[in-house]
């Protein structure tokens, strides 16, 4: 082999090593590349699943009615002899409020009373006189017709009697009064109000769409204006149809209130529990993302994230009730959700 023909060998030789060496160098760098571009799993929070007991509330406004309420009036007119009250005092039922001068009225049933004793013993007389047929039938019915008119107008003076003494129809609070002795009173008067608040009723209306919702006997909390303690009543009475005009219906409720503190006539703020669910999943609003299908969330499976379809059927202010999709022991992620991808690598850190 000639000079030439040894320096070329050589030459290819040499390419060959250069070539081979540095496709193996470029395949190394590619490779250590490749491992250094790989991210690291996401760190991202979650919380896991626990069936409980949900019930969803209603905040609705009302207003505090006392138990019974009364304005005191006379059924007749006269002059007040009596006044059997001290204003703003507890009065007992069947107590004397206040009495009306009476003279007249005594004296009218003095004079029936001895019409009905002279008609009473004519009719006597008359059946006497009838058995011994004295006197005809029709005598003997116009004495007994008188007596009994007689008897009633009686009967008559006497309910009159009664209207001049106002007695409590209940036991009460009585208000500030209006008269005084010797004040001439009408019908039209109004002496003093009296109130029972020992119960107090708590009205309010709902919502139409709720009406299914609701039972008698269902227990509800109150709140009044000024005041952080809270009051709880049960309801006794629900309008038996809906109020066209706002399409509400309208319910009443009882609470006890034997220290005074909820005063008739208050605004109230009244919260109504709706719906009773046993073994709910409930979780927070934001681990939730809209999708064009629906509702999805992620949760952890095996250091990954799953992305899962959810079906809800209530909200709260910061929850949402899943009917389908979750179960009872599922990691749910709740940060990170918007930079999430179905199958990513997670690092979850449990609350």
């Known amino acids: 082999m000639n000079r030439k023909s040894i320096f070329i060998s050589l030459f290819i030789i040499v390419l060959g090593s250069l070539i081979t060496y540095r496709v193996v160098k470029n395949s190394a760098q590619n490779d250590k590349s490749g491992k250094n571009d790989k991210k690291p799993p996401m760190k991202v929070t979650g919380m896991l699943i626990k069936p409980e007991n949900f019930t969803n509330t209603l905040a609705l406004s009302g207003s505090i009615e006392a138990n019974e309420q009364i304005n005191l009036h006379s059924e007749v007119s006269g002059i007040v002899t009596t006044i059997g009250f001290k204003e703003g005092s507890l009065v007992q039922k069947g107590q004397l409020l206040v009495k009306i001068d009476d003279t007249e009225l005594r004296a009218q049933l003095r004079q029936a009373r001895t019409k009905q004793n002279l ?139 034997s220290n005074g503190k909820l005063l008739p006539g208050t605004f109230a703020k009244v919260t109504l529990p709706i719906k009773n669910i046993q073994n709910a999943i409930r979780i927070p609003s934001e681990s939730i993302v809209a999708v064009q299908e629906g509702k999805k969330v992620f949760i952890a499976n095996h250091g990954k994230a799953k992305e899962i379809h959810i079906e809800t059927l209530t909200r709260t202010d910061k929850d949402v009730i899943v009917t389908s999709g979750l179960k009872a022991g599922d990691t749910l992620l709740t940060t990170g959700i918007m930079s999430l991808k179905n199958e990513a690598e997670i690092k979850v850190k449990v609350k």
């Open 119 to 257: 008609a009473s013993e004519n009719a006597r007389r008359a059946k006497l006189l009838l058995e011994k047929e004295a006197i005809s039938q029709e005598e003997f019915d116009m004495a007994t017709a008188d007596y009994r008119s007689m008897k009633a107008q009686t009967q008559v003076i006497q309910a009159q009697l009664a209207k001049t003494s106002i007695i409590a129809p209940f036991t009460g609070k009585i208000g500030l009064r209006t008269i005084s002795p010797g004040t001439y009173i009408t019908p039209t008067t109004e002496i003093a109000s009296l109130v029972n608040s020992n119960v107090v009723k708590i009205v309010f209306s709902i919502p139409e769409k709720y009406a299914n919702d609701l039972k008698l006997n269902t227990e509800i909390t109150c709140s009044v204006p000024n005041s952080t303690e809270s009051f709880t009543a049960k309801i006794y009475a629900i309008e038996p149809s809906i109020e066209t005009n706002t399409r509400t219906l309208k319910i009443k409720a009882q609470a006890a209130n």
